[in-house]
Every structure is written in structure tokens, then in C-alpha cells.
Nanobody, 132 residues
Framework: QVQVVESGGRLVQAGDSLRLACAVSGRTLSSTLSRYAMGWFRQAPGKEREFVASTSWNGERTYYRESVKGRFTISRDNAKNTVYLQMNSLKPEDTAVYYC?????????????????????WGPGTQVTVSS
């Protein structure tokens, strides 16, 4: 069974940087059998969950929300079974609970989606608070 856990969230000031980590257990990301798409999403109080960034298992396709382009970078360390979200120049509007999610594929087409409904395995989230 796949388990996903986020970490790294905390209180920071506007302009600071933060790196979130998303660790996976139950699957070996470095395996050629682990073709996946993963996404970062966030949910602010009183708002719906929204897409932040997504990538494929080999990094060939990566997408970002418009408001985070140039500030956030998604990266993978398959050997460590971990995916990261580097967040620079943080703004108060980035305050939210951040979630990572995976969908694992067999031999078929890997869909790197921007929609939460296209991911199966979710972590419990990590709180990021950016003070002004």
C-alpha cells in the first residue's frame, strides 16, 4: 500500500524560501516499474483545493500554476523516494496547507494532470504560513 507524507511546512516571512518534501513508501520511485505522475496542491482556509505544480516520473513534463511560475520549482529524487517543492519569494497569499499526491501507471500513457481528481494517493498535508 502506498503511503505519502509531506514535511517542511512552517511559519516564514514574506520573501523567504522554503522547501517542502513529499516522501513515498510502498513503492520504489527509482524502479522502472514506477512510472508516475505527482502533483502538489494547496488549500487555504475557506477556499477550494488548488493545483500548484505537477511532474512526471522522469521529469520530462512539469507544469506550474501561473502565480507560482518563476518562484516554485518541483524536483525529484527517485533514489530517496522523495519529491520536493522549492518555494522562493514566498507571499502571504501562498499561505495554505500543501498536499502532494501520486498516481502510478503501468505501461500506458502517464497523464501529468493539474486536477486533484486524477491522483490517487494523498498525504495528510503540511501547513505553510507566510507572514507579511
Amino acid at each position: 500500500q502506498v503511503q505519502v507524507v509531506e514535511s517542511g511546512g512552517r511559519l516564514v516571512q514574506a520573501g523567504d524560501s522554503l522547501r517542502l518534501a513529499c516522501a513515498v513508501s510502498g513503492r520504489t520511485l527509482s524502479s522502472t516499474l514506477s512510472r508516475y505522475a505527482m502533483g502538489w496542491f494547496r488549500q487555504a482556509p475557506g477556499k477550494e483545493r488548488e493545483f500548484v505544480a505537477s511532474t512526471s516520473w522522469n521529469g520530462e513534463r512539469t507544469y506550474y500554476r501561473e502565480s507560482v511560475k518563476g518562484r516554485f520549482t518541483i524536483s525529484r529524487d527517485n533514489a530517496k523516494n522523495t519529491v520536493y517543492l522549492q518555494m522562493n519569494s514566498l507571499k502571504p497569499e501562498d499561505t495554505a496547507v500543501y498536499y502532494c499526491a501520486f498516481r502510478f501507471y503501468g505501461q500506458g500513457l502517464v497523464v501529468v494532470s493539474t486536477h486533484a481528481r486524477d491522483y490517487d494517493d494523498w498525504g495528510p498535508g503540511t501547513q505553510v504560513t507566510v507572514s507579511s
